[in-house]
Structures are given as structure tokens and as C-alpha cells.
């Protein structure tokens, strides 16, 4: 059994500005402001941390920030349907990705999780529109911790506790478009695979240190032979 743990944005959906646009109009309804959101970075960050990010920029303290941040969720998530709903915006699957979530499925040996800065809800939505839902069975998520490093360790426990086989940090894959997914497998002793799907140039992200880079996960033979190198195969008894 292998534990492949994906994030979402620019790895598995190509985003269309959903997020941004449906985070624009939550804070504009709760707090009346939104820091510079249009020209702000949302790659690799959990939805959390860039809140955060930019009220500080706006001028807010961290202890009216912590006290404050939850409002924004229930018009985060109303916003993001709407957005999700349209045309404009809609993400779609990245190139390969339907087909590889099928063979994985289809191989029977490996565990899908999510390893994302999406608060959960949002990720389901993204999927969801994407028409990627109800392919991973566990996840971690922004709604669980705002640093993305505190993520791989609970999707490792979700995953061991769901499926009773006890995995290990050092056997999970993360699968990731940013340098913040790279560092965050790293700092936690998972491998990694850094996709260039989500703008970020190939040699940035070599440069980051993953196990292997892919362009992209469209050749789904490719890829399958690059999980099974870094050695998601099945093994023995588990
Ligand atoms: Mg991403």
C-alpha cells in the first residue's frame, strides 16, 4: 500500500481565479477591505496564511487578526460556489489527471490523500467542479493548520488511521506545483514530486530539491513508473 498525497491547486485542477475572486468578495462583505489581493502571490499558501497576510497589510494586529479570521469562511465558501459555477472561472482538471486518478484507483495499492492550503470545504468544491470528486479518501488541509508544513504529519495519521497499516512519513509522496509543497515534504522527511503545472518555472522547483520533477502529468505511464521508483509499490505485508 503507498500513500500518494496530492494538493490541488496548479497540480490536479488548473485554477481560473475562483478562489481569489470568491476570497475578494468574502472580505469585502465581513470586513469592508482586502488588502492588495489582486496583485498578492496565492501559490503554496493555505487560504489561512493568506488571509492573514493580507490583513496585516491592511494594517491589523495578529490578535485582531486571530480573533477575527473565522468570519470569513461562510462567504468565503458562498463566494466560491458562485465563482465555481461560472463559466469564467470553473477550474478543469489538469492535463492527465482524470486518467491517472482512474489507474491509481484501478491498481488497488495505493491510498489517495490530499495534502492542500485549501481549507477542506474548499477543496471538495474545487474537485467537485473539476469533476475530481470522490477520488481521495482522506486529506489535510488551511482548515487545519495556517503552516503547510503541519500538514503532511496529519494526513500521515489520517491515512494510518483509516486504513490500519501504520504509514510512515518517509514512505508518503507528496505531490506538488510550488516550492512550499517541496519544503513542506522535506521538512517532514516525505519525497516528493514537483509538478511545473502551476506556473512555477521547472528550474525553480529543481532548484528546491524534489525526489523528480515532472513537466506534468499527462503521460499517465510515466508517471505511474516515477511513484513506483520512489518506491510505491507494494511491499510484503502492507
Ligand atoms: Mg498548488
Not at 93 to 106: D, H, I, N, S
Not at 110 to 118: D, I, Q, R, S, Y
Not at 189 to 213: C, E, K, N, S, Y
Not at 228 to 233: F, H, N, P, R, V
Request: charged letters at 25%; glycine letters at 12%.
Amino acid at each position: 500500500m503507498s500513500l500518494l498525497l496530492f494538493d490541488v491547486d496548479g497540480t490536479l485542477v488548473k485554477s481560473r481565479g475562483a478562489g481569489r475572486v470568491a476570497l475578494r468578495a468574502a472580505m469585502l462583505e465581513v470586513w469592508g477591505l482586502t488588502g492588495p489581493i489582486d496583485g498578492h502571490d496565492f501559490r503554496g499558501k493555505t487560504d489561512p496564511w493568506i488571509v492573514r497576510q493580507l490583513l496585516r497589510f491592511s494594517g491589523w494586529e495578529d490578535g485582531k487578526i486571530d480573533a477575527r479570521l473565522p468570519e470569513v469562511w461562510e462567504p468565503y465558501l458562498r463566494h466560491l460556489d458562485a465563482a465555481l459555477a461560472s463559466s469564467r472561472t470553473r477550474p478543469s482538471p489538469c492535463a492527465g489527471v482524470p486518467r491517472l486518478l482512474e489507474r491509481l484507483t484501478a491498481e488497488g495499492h495505493h491510498l489517495l490523500g490530499l495534502v492542500t492550503g485549501n481549507v477542506a470545504e474548499g477543496a471538495t468544491r474545487k474537485l467537485r467542479a473539476a469533476g475530481l470528486d470522490g477520488r481521495f479518501e482522506i486529506g489535510a488541509f488551511g482548515s487545519d493548520s495556517e503552516c503547510r508544513d503541519d500538514l503532511p504529519p496529519l494526513a500521515v495519521a489520517r491515512a494510518s488511521r483509516l486504513s490500519g497499516f501504520g504509514f510512515r512519513l518517509d514512505e508518503a509522496i507528496v505531490i506538488g506545483d510550488t516550492p512550499e509543497d517541496v519544503r513542506c515534504a522535506r521538512v517532514n522527511g516525505a519525497r516528493v514530486i514537483a509538478v511545473a503545472t502551476g506556473g512555477f518555472d521547472a528550474g525553480v522547483l529543481q532548484a528546491h530539491g524534489p525526489d523528480l520533477l515532472l513537466e506534468d502529468l499527462a503521460d499517465t505511464e510515466a508517471v505511474l513508473e516515477a511513484f513506483e521508483g520512489l518506491g510505491a509499490s507494494v511491499r510484503g505485508d502492507r
